[in-house]
T-cell receptor
């Protein structure tokens, strides 16, 4: 998976707590994407970010979810006041400025469990 | 809405046989299609891609076929090996590069 680093790999939160998922893209990649995967389903696009900008957040739930990709540091997906339905695997992917399918690299995912 | 879907949820294949995984898509604006392999507890791994102006592309032991007339995509794996056991997803790109639309996945189980 060519260096997309996600942490934590596994996270357990109680209902109402906050979850923060981090993604460090491949070195030199300026585009970051977050996807969510529910059990036995395909990945669903959430948000597309470039440094300090949200380009497309059409897949993000309207409330409780936010994402950022600051000038310095990893991209963060933040889920406030988690509910059981937020339990899923969250994948980050990154790509360089000009990309084709094989230069979109996915991380190993962060598995969120809400209890 | 428009979506990408797969015909078979599970495919059992004997080791050494060829596997064929099918995918139907409905977004005619998609210009790019990708097959991913996902092993348990891991992220999607790129297998092969194809542009909409092509109908066939071959890789190492894999071939992707695209039939735009019926909006059908397939992945053929030659001489399937135990290491090929995984969930396979097709994905399409309706607009921007990283905004992919994934199908539900097919579980491939390779039996000895």
């Amino acid at each position: 998976n060519a260096g997309v680093m996600q942490n934590p790999r596994h996270l357990v939160r109680r209902r109402g707590q906050e979850a923060r998922l981090r993604c460090s893209p491949v070195k030199g990649h300026s585009h970051v994407y977050w996807y969510r995967q529910l059990p036995e389903e395909g990945l669903k696009f959430m948000v597309y970010l470039q440094k300090e900008n949200i380009i497309d957040e059409s897949g993000m739930p309207k409330e409780r979810f936010s994402a950022e990709f600051p000038k310095e540091g990893p991209s963060i997906l933040r889920i406030q006041q988690v509910v059981r339905g937020d339990s899923a695997a969250y994948f980050c992917a990154s790509s360089p400025e000009q990309s084709s399918g094989n230069t979109i690299y996915f991380g190993e995912g962060s598995w969120l469990t809400v209890v | 809405g428009e979506s990408v879907g797969l015909h078979l949820p599970t495919l059992s294949v004997q080791e050494g046989d060829n596997s064929i995984i099918n995918c139907a898509y409905s977004n005619s604006a998609s210009d790019y299609f990708i097959w991913y392999k996902q092993e348990s507890g891991k992220g999607p791994q790129f297998i092969i891609d194809i542009r909409s102006n092509m109908d066939k592309r071959q890789g190492q032991r894999v071939t992707v076929l695209l039939n735009k007339t019926v909006k059908h995509l397939s992945l053929q794996i030659a001489a399937t090996q135990p290491g090929d056991s995984a969930v396979y997803f097709c994905a399409e790109r309706p607009d921007s590069w990283g905004k992919l639309q994934f199908g539900a996945g097919t579980q491939v189980v390779v039996t000895p």
